[in-house]
């Protein structure tokens, strides 16, 4: 089992910035995914951002230029630098790992991210 632990999220106003952090613990392999999905009230999960054990990232759309997605392996930890936040961005965002030989997911619990003025 793999157990993740976020922190960082809050309240922001407009343009701020705000990071991410998503811990991992537990039977951790070594090739895996890595990322951040979000959900707004009323509207549909987006996935936002991915990091892969070979340091590929891609980041959705709507987010490019504003957030970046780093890892610290010593730490087991994978980030989500937010920059230029919008209202738009206000959601719980969830960590997940998955462990690319078995296909297992963790979740992490979800922490919300409001910005608001």
């Known amino acids: 089992q793999v157990q993740l632990v976020e922190s960082g999220g809050g309240l922001v106003q407009p343009g701020g910035s705000l990071r991410l952090s998503c811990a991992a613990s537990g039977s951790i392999n070594s090739i895996y995914v890595m990322g951040w999905y979000r959900q707004a009230p009323g509207k549909q999960r987006e996935l936002v951002a991915t990091?892969?054990?070979?340091?590929?990232?891609n980041l959705a759309d709507s987010v490019k230029g504003r957030f970046t997605i780093s890892r610290d392996n010593a730490k087991n930890t994978v980030y989500l630098q937010m920059n230029g936040l919008k209202p738009e961005d206000t959601a719980v965002y969830y960590c997940?790992?998955?462990?690319?030989?078995?296909?297992?997911?963790?979740w992490g619990q979800g922490t919300q991210v409001t910005v608001s003025s």
């Open positions: 997940y790992r998955q462990n690319r030989i078995s296909g297992y997911v963790a």
């Open positions: 990091i892969t054990s070979a340091d590929s990232t």
